[in-house]
């Protein structure tokens, strides 16, 4: 393992030096190339400009070879270049390397320039080249009155960087290089430790508070200030986290103290009742073993919610999944409580669309609904009304369960999901509620994919809308 910082230092590096070998390899090259060319080009202009020259002798001699050709000599010296004139048969007119000629290492080429001698580039003029010591030879013919007269070799030194004010400027060029190396290595540990400051303090806070997190500690939570998207969504998950976590464990110790509550009550009126009896303060008579024996109902159907509530919470539940027509079950479920609603006289209306189909357990979806009824006659009073809606709508199945009863205090509205939660716990237990169905009702809805949703104003009434994806409206049966 290694740290960020000495990563990040490394990495810099890295590709600092490959950036600056790459721009030194590049700008070498390239400079040889394109200086080799201009340097063989202004020689070989040079070359004719000399070869001119000694044309223009040989005019001025009539054609013939004599001592004013010595000029040549300080030429070629004054340019660092050997030149030897040859008759047609080989014979050695004039050499100035054996007249003491200067020794080269003047870059040639560039001395001729601007001079007023010869007339420039030839093109096509046939030359060989040699090479003898330091040395590269050309040779080139000499013409008077358009005839061949003599040839001229003219040796320039053979590098191309020959002169040492050039080779310097290479030297000095590549010394820079080697100091803007030494620079941008500087530049870079330094911005390697800014870069690496700037993402490493955030991390390490963030890295702090997970700490806090796992230690129990949430209200030790840092503010991590950082520019950097990944860092910014980093600690914001750990925020969440947070957050969930102590949601989680709030629930689990409420849910601890509620299922202690739920059970003490009931649980200590049996034991009044029996230790009476067994005292012999009351006489066991069959009416008070009935309410011994509904505590014990209310107990077990407590114990069945829970156990049913956290199989399906905890994904154990097994959904028969069918094609169910809504419509149909939803119309069974009305009818079944017709009676029931008569006998409290709550008029129960079903506004049923045919045909919606959706895919589902269908003991299950009687559940959802069968809690969302009960709870429409637990909490309407006489001569309300209660209606049923079932329609399919942008590919939606939407069934409303409205009603005229008590409704829900704004402020109980976001929690009556939840375990144990009751609006008015006092009408609630007295109408036998635990504060569980609806719990159950959602856990279910979500089972099936589905999601339900509640509006309620205190004493006008309240409506439970369950929505599900349609399955294939279009086909009648399953
Ligand atoms: P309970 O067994 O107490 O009815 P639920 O989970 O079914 O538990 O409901 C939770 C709470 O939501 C109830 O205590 C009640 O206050 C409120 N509630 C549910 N349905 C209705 C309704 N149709 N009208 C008014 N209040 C309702």
Known sequence: MIAIDRQLRRYFILVTVISVLVIFLLANAGMNFFFTRYVRESNLRSDNKVVSYIEDLYQANNGTFNSSFHVLVPLARGEGIEIRLKDLSGNVLLDTSAMGGMPWGNMSGRGMSGNGMGHGYRKGMESRSWEKEDLLYRE???YFDSKKVALVEIGRGKSVISSAQDRSFFLTMNVLYIGALFLALVIAVFISSYVSKKFLRPLLAVKRNIESIAENKHNRLETVESSTTEI???????????????????????LTSDIAHELRTPLATLQSYLEAMIDGVWQPTPERLSHCYDEIIRLTGLINNLSELSSIESEEILLNMTS?????????????????????DIELTGIIQEDVRIRGDAARLNQIFVNLLSNAYKYTREKGKVTVTVKAAQGKA?????????????????????????GDPSRSRESGGSGIGLTITKALVEAHNGTISVESEPDKGTTFRVVFDLHNIFKSSS
């Open 140 to 142: 080139y013919p000499v």
């Open 232 to 254: 910014h969504e980093l600690y914001r998950a750990t925020r969440e986290l947070s957050r969930t976590l102590q949601e989680q464990e709030n629930l689990r110790k409420r």
């Open 324 to 344: 169910v027509d809504l419509s149909k079950l939803m119309k069974n479920i009305v009818d079944t409580f017709q009676p029931m609603f008569k006998g409290k």
């Open 398 to 422: 939407v069934v409303e369960v409205s009603d005229t009863g008590i409704g829900i205090a704004a402020a109980d509205l976001p929690y009556i999901f939840e375990r144990f939660y009751r």
